[in-house]
């Protein structure tokens, strides 16, 4: 009897539990949450379990919540609540901004708690240890297909933010510079352009993506959100103590740069700062989050595991040196153009004016 009113229990801690965990999913009716699986990764089978991904779509959630922040992802939550149907089902409108909104945050969850779901699902685990999955009319994928797969869904997983982050940028409402502050603080994109994350890239030199793109490509808005540390940090120990505050603040300011050399030094600036943020981030990021071309590495046809490239090809270390040299370079250029001109020594008042009395046989 006692054990029976545990387990009891422990179903109702765990139930509300998950409804504490606030998800874009529903987690009552299976079936409709098989539905939201397979509409969202068409390339997974049609009889994936939910019940089964529910922890890892937990785990993304946090971490997607953690880029776009708590107050939006709250809003995006508080949406798909007040929309659902009677019968627990959400509908997408492709015409509404805050749907597409919705769908676009489900998209990357999923993505990711596939992606931690899968390599453990591979296997087997019983009491005799673990043992590899096998039927009659599938066969075990070589190791490199998996590295492969894995790869993908990672970059599946950064194009799938990259999306979500460059939809909220865009989700200013029409008409929302007429709307009264209430209006303005109930739509996402004011949560948005509020957050800590945006309002951190938004104070920096190089804070948008064709600010980047003008000196290193990267078309990526999660990367360049992930890069924000390193941009600061190059501003705070590299640019201000070269510029100075006045200049630093000056050229932070809205007011238009109309002096040539101010806007060759904002270049500079920007030239300066990319490259430092690139060689900061390479030892701290995943290789993948990069764009193809900046680190490679090569899969092996063999069944066991990544051939990376040898040693005398060190990629990451290569990388890293060259993103260094060019803000070195691009540091010393603000050094010669920040450098204070002597005056020509002709436009000099003299200290004195020779004369015969004072400087007999000098002043001719």
């Known amino acids: 009897m006692f054990q029976k009113c545990n387990k009891i229990l422990i179903l109702i ?51 997607v ?11 995006i939550y508080d949406f798909y609540k007040d929309n659902l149907e009677e019968d627990g089902t959400y509908i997408y409108d492709y015409e509404d901004i805050e749907s ?25 685990h019983s009491n005799e240890g673990r ?55 109930a739509t996402v994109y004011y949560k948005w352009i509020n957050s800590a994350a945006y309002k951190e890239l938004k104070s920096l030199f190089v804070n948008s993506i064709d600010k980047f793109n003008k000196v290193f490509t990267i078309e990526s808005s999660l ?8 941009l600061q940090e190059c501003e705070e120990f590299e640019i201000l103590s070269r510029i100075g505050k006045e200049k630093f603040e000056q050229l932070k300011s809205s007011e238009p740069i109309e002096d040539p050399k101010d806007v060759q030094l904002l270049k500079l600036i920007h030239t300066a700062c990319v490259f430092y943020s690139l060689a900061w981030a390479i030892p701290k990021m995943s290789i993948t989050i ?62 004195f004016t020779p004369t015969d009395d004072c400087a007999p046989g000098l002043y001719l």
């Not at 539990?17 to 390339?43: C, H, P, Q, R, W």
């Not at 492969?148 to 409402?173: C, G, H, T, V």
């Not at 090809?313 to 993103?323: K, L, P, R, V």
């Open 290 to 351: 990069f764009p193809e071309g900046v680190l490679q590495y090569q899969v092996s046809d063999r069944a066991n595991t990544i051939a990376k490239k040898p040693a005398i090809g060190n990629e990451h270390e290569y990388a890293m040196q060259s993103f260094a040299k060019s803000c070195q370079l691009a540091l010393s250029l603000i050094e010669e153009l920040v450098k204070t001109e002597p005056e020509p020594l002709t436009d000099r008042p003299p200290f």
């Open 131 to 185: 043992r590899a999955r096998t039927s009659e009319n599938e066969k075990l994928p070589w190791q490199w297909q998996i590295d492969a797969d894995n790869k993908e869904q990672e970059k599946r997983f950064y194009r799938a933010m990259d999306d979500l982050i460059d939809l909220l940028d865009d989700s200013m409402p029409e008409g929302y510079q007429g709307m009264t502050d209430e209006q303005k603080n």
């Open 13 to 63: 801690i765990g139930q509300k539990t998950i409804n504490n965990m606030k998800l874009l999913f529903n987690i009552t009716d299976v079936e409709i949450s098989a539905d939201e699986i397979k509409s969202s990764l068409g390339y997974t089978d049609a009889d994936l379990s939910f019940k089964n991904l529910l922890p890892d779509i937990n785990s993304a959630t946090t971490l």
């Open 100 to 124: 597409n909104i919705l769908r676009q945050t489900r998209y990357p969850i999923l993505v990711k708690a596939y992606s931690l779901f899968a390599p453990s699902n591979d296997i087997s």
């Open 65 to 75: 919540r953690k880029v776009i922040s708590r107050e939006v992802y709250m809003h």
């Open 223 to 230: 990367l360049l959100h992930k890069l924000a540390a390193g």
